[in-house]
């Protein structure tokens, strides 16, 4: 049984991209969250992985920023390719990819590159990279994130950066194996298929894609220019999703002072952990 402490470790994929910023936020969240309530909080450690062994220290892991072609190639020589889709798709631990990250958990995504993407896959979902342009075209949009906020609080907006952000193009239906009708598309990268290990896998898996945040789209960005648009039917583009114990955003939340997110995650991770235990214990 959980009973007084519990030790949590946290992966993040430090292969290439904004680790670094994302441990800093992790520290910030996990000083943040003693404060909280009274219950015991988890002994949280915050490791770098590159290895195989490394990555089987983890509980929960975070794919950074960065750029997805190179994390994937470094990942496949460094042999943690395979290792990596254990532990999102056969172990499902929690998993959260940024901007770069979120295109390596999709099942699918659409190539801008000859060769050399692979996929790890874990969300039901298309992304299509570089969504929002190119490096010069990056931006910051204050965001209104449901999630984050507790009935009683109204919370500021987030400050959400986007550089060369993928979107979540499509939400595909749940397969037990590989995406097939993906397959058939040209350009489009599938990831290979895995299936969940025992019951506290499946338990951390849903069928169902959430929905999590939208930027509003091209639409409301016509009608606030003062253009004759109903932009109130357009939903916008989605641009944080969860499935299960998967978790992706577009933009880049450890490239901000602002650790809301990552105490969120760190709360989903915790309940998680517990979970699997109790699981585990039976
Ligand atoms: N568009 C980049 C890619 O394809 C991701 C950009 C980012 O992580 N900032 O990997």
Redesign the pocket.
């Known amino acids: 049984m959980y009973q007084m402490e519990m030790s949590i470790t946290v992966g993040i994929l430090a292969l290439q991209?904004?680790f670094y910023e994302h441990i800093q936020l992790l520290k910030q969240a996990a000083a943040n969250s003693t404060t909280e309530n009274d219950t015991p909080t988890p002994q949280w450690e915050f490791i770098e992985v590159r290895t195989p062994q490394e990555l089987d220290r983890c509980d929960a892991l975070i794919l950074?920023?960065?750029?997805?072609?190179?994390?994937s190639l470094v990942a496949a020589r460094s042999n943690l390719l395979e290792p990596l889709r254990d532990f999102v798709k056969v172990h499902r631990r929690p998993t959260w990819g940024?901007?770069?990250?979120l295109?390596l958990l999709a099942e699918s995504a659409n190539r801008?590159k000859k060769g050399g993407?692979e996929l790890i896959g874990g969300l039901d979902v298309r992304v299509n990279?570089?969504h929002f342009g190119r490096q010069t075209e990056s931006f910051q949009a204050p965001l209104d994130l449901p999630f984050l906020n507790s009935p009683e609080q109204d919370q500021p907006s987030f400050p959400a950066v986007?550089?060369?952000?993928?979107v979540v193009e499509k939400i595909l239906p749940h397969e037990e194996g590989i995406q097939t009708s993906e397959l058939q598309r040209d350009e489009t990268v599938v990831a290979p298929s895995k299936h969940a290990k025992d019951q506290a896998a499946r338990d951390a898996m849903a069928t169902q894609v959430e929905v999590l945040a939208t930027l509003p789209g091209r639409a409301a960005k016509l009608a606030s220019e003062g253009r004759n648009i109903d932009a109130d039917k357009e939903t916008g583009d989605i641009i944080a999703v969860r499935q299960g114990n998967v978790f992706g955003t577009s933009f880049?939340p450890e490239l901000t002072g602002d650790a809301r997110i990552h105490s969120w995650w760190l709360r989903q991770v915790e309940e998680s952990v517990k979970r699997r235990k109790q699981l585990e214990q039976r």
């Open positions: 991209g904004a950074p920023g960065g750029e997805s072609t190179t994390i940024t901007c770069a990250g295109i801008t993407q990279r570089n986007f550089i060369r952000a993928p880049h």
